[in-house]
Structures are given as C-alpha cells and as structure tokens.
C-alpha cells in the first residue's frame, strides 16, 4: 500500500509509503492519500507522516513524464489541488509529522495542514521553478500569508532548502523536535486536540481559514493553469 492507514482513540494516522522513492508523488499517492482522508472522516484528529527517510520528496522526477493531452494533465494536477481542498475542508485538526525532505508537492502537503511539526534533521522547499515546473497546493495564497511576500518569492525563486529551525523561525512550522521524535510528538498534539470539544475545535479551525479560502480556491484553480502552461513550455529538466 503507497499509503497506510489507522485510527485509534479518535486520531487517525496516515502514512504515505513509498520509503524506496522517499515518498515520492505519483498519481496511485495521490489517489491512495485523498483516499485515506476519506476514510479519516470517523476521526477527531488526522497525523499525516511518511515511511523511512522522508517526509515526501516531491514529484517522483524519475518516473517517466507523462504522455498526456491538456485535458488529462488538468485531471492529474487536479488530484493534487484537491488533496489540500480535503484537508482545509476536514471538520477535525491535520497534523503534519515531517522528517527529512519536504519539497514541492510534499512541502505543499505539509503547509496545507493545520500543524506541522518537524524533526530537527527535517528541509522544506519548492524546487519547482528550477526544474522547469510551478508550484501546487494553494502555496500560492498560503505562503505568503505564512512567511511574507518577499520571503515567498525568495522560497519559490530560488529553491533553497530549508532547515527545520529557520523554517519555525520564518512561520512556516509550529513544533520542532529532537530527531526521530516528529510522529510521537505530533501524536501528542493529536491525543490534546482529540480530547478538546469537537465544536469548539472545529469552529476554531474553521474561523481562522474563513478570512483565506476565497483567495485559496482561486489560487488553486490559477496554479492548475500555470502548471499546464510549465508542462507545454518545453523547460521541464526530468530526472
């Protein structure tokens, strides 16, 4: 499974699992990880983690490109869109538990939860622009609002890798732990939040996205356009 599932007390854990290509995005990810969210629905509070030495490495840049027409490279970026659109629209809280790399679609999906919480080893960043790509996930409304406008360009621009400790000093995490220790404290969190209210917890998330969701869905519909615009342009460094 590129994708485990399980729910106890409430607190649901899911865990991409693709540990030989660190968790690397290919559309059987994408649709087992909108799939877990799903099934999530019977939980308070969902962990989202990764198997072996990364969070999510981003796009699977070995994977052949695809051979597809403009109408089903708008379906698969689609897929991914819709994976922050679970999230933000899931009534519970999403912790993000990171380790390791984050980058492209995997920091997207990092940053389109309501916590995250990093171990010390762990690197954020968007790599898309130099390899011929665009960014996904809404990062287009949610970064600036996490780290500045100029910082945000700073982050897509020029691609760097981010450590965990300036990543909490930018705004772009809550937690960051001692290594290895990621999952067990975002467990935690979890176990807190799980034992809060359910209203109260849902509409404390709720109203604190209200004043960002306008601007998000057309972020999210205006990356899917600049990402098809990127696939066609011919620039794309695969591999």
Do not use: W
């Amino acid at each position: 499974m590129v994708v485990e599932y399980e729910c106890r007390n409430g607190v649901a854990l899911v865990r991409l699992n693709r540990p030989e290509r660190l968790n690397a995005v290919v559309p059987e990810l994408v649709e087992a990880l909108l799939g877990a969210l799903d099934q999530a629905r019977e939980a308070r509070v969902v962990v989202l983690a990764g198997r072996g030495r990364a969070f999510c490495a981003g796009h699977d840049l070995k994977e052949p490109a695809p051979v597809e027409t403009v109408e089903q490279t708008r379906l698969r970026l689609e897929a991914i869109q819709e994976v922050t659109r679970r999230i933000r629209r899931f009534p519970g809280v999403v912790i993000a538990a990171v380790h390791g790399y984050a980058l492209g679609a995997g920091c997207e999906f990092a940053l389109g939860c309501d916590l995250v919480v990093a171990d010390e080893g762990a690197k954020f960043g968007f790599p898309e622009v130099g390899v011929g790509l665009s960014v996904t996930g809404g990062i287009s409304a949610l970064l600036p609002k996490l780290v500045g406008l100029a910082r945000a360009k700073e982050l897509l621009l020029l691609g760097d890798h981010v450590p965990a400790h300036r990543a909490a000093e930018l705004g772009l995490i809550n937690r960051v732990t001692p290594a290895g220790e990621h999952e067990k404290v975002a467990l935690e969190l979890a176990d807190r939040i799980a034992a809060q209210p359910p209203t109260a917890a849902s509409l404390a998330k709720r109203v604190l996205d209200l004043g960002l969701d306008a601007g998000l869905e057309q972020a999210l519909a205006t990356e899917v356009d600049h990402a098809i615009l990127t696939s066609l342009s011919g620039e794309y460094r695969h591999g």
